[in-house]
T-cell receptor, first 112, second 112 residues
Framework: SQTIHQWPATLVQPVGSPLSLECTVE??????LYWYRQAAGRGLQLLFY??????ISSEVPQNLSASRPQDRQFILSSKKLLLSDSGFYLC???????????FGSGTRLTVV | AQSVTQPDIHITVSEGASLELRCNYS??????LFWYVQSPGQGLQLLLK??????LVQGIKGFEAEFKRSQSSFNLRKPSVHWSDAAEYFC??????????FGAGTILRVKS
């Protein structure tokens, strides 16, 4: 069966520090991968999605970037964190063509 | 463009009472429709989905939803709410092969 792993679960980082959040999927090939951010009371904001290795689409301009170095690995990064980057980050995957998503358990990022 | 409206930000119901969470969508073709539930600090879990066929769909945890094309709605229902149902609920709409669009969410509180 397919599983999605996301880590770390919580992270406290100082302003200006770098960020790397990782998401991996097991039990499937060539999934669509997604990064969402959830700020308090603001629903789900799609940040990036990827339909294949090295293929990244950005939904909103921001201080973050994403990479997909392997088929089932999706990384969210920042060179210098801002206070406004605080939030709950969710990774999700779906099969190609089918758009029901399976979500990871999320990372709570607090920038101080 | 697709859009999803969840008109109720917060809903409070008594334990044992019935529940209906509203969802309206804007979409040109027959949509793919989903309801997800999120417990605090957790990822999103799929409750149910509608692709085609019977417009009344059954999900996990005793939830059901009805697709009404004439009203562009996909409301979530449960006949008897349990305290463990307290969570945030998200409606989502999509097209085969494309990204999901999520509503802003409805926070359900259950009072004993």
């Amino acid at each position: 069966s397919q599983t999605i792993h996301q880590w770390p679960a919580t992270l406290v980082q100082p302003v200006g520090s770098p960020l790397s959040l990782e998401c991996t999927v097991e039990g499937t090939s060539n999934p669509n991968l997604y990064w969402y951010r959830q700020a308090a009371g603001r629903g789900l904001q799609l940040l990036f999605y990827s339909v294949g290795i090295g293929q990244i689409s950005s939904e909103v301009p921001q201080n973050l970037s994403a990479s997909r170095p392997q088929d089932r690995q999706f990384i969210l990064s920042s060179k210098k964190l801002l206070l406004s980057d605080s939030g709950f980050y969710l990774c999700a995957w779906s099969e190609q063509g089918y758009n029901g998503y399976t979500f990871g358990s999320g990372t709570r990022l607090t920038v101080v | 463009a697709q859009s999803v409206t969840q008109p109720d930000i917060h809903i409070t119901v008594s334990e044992g009472a019935s529940l209906e969470l509203r969802c309206n969508y804007s979409y040109g073709a027959t949509p793919y429709l989903f309801w997800y539930v999120q417990s605090p600090g957790q990822g999103l879990q799929l409750l149910l989905k509608y692709f085609s066929g019977d417009t009344l769909v059954q999900g996990i945890k005793g939830f059901e939803a009805e697709f009404k094309r004439s009203q562009s709605s996909f409301n979530l229902r449960k006949p008897s709410v349990h305290w463990s149902d307290a969570a945030e609920y998200f409606c989502a709409v999509g097209e085969y092969g494309n990204k999901l669009v999520f509503g802003a969410g409805t926070i359900l509180r259950v009072k004993s």
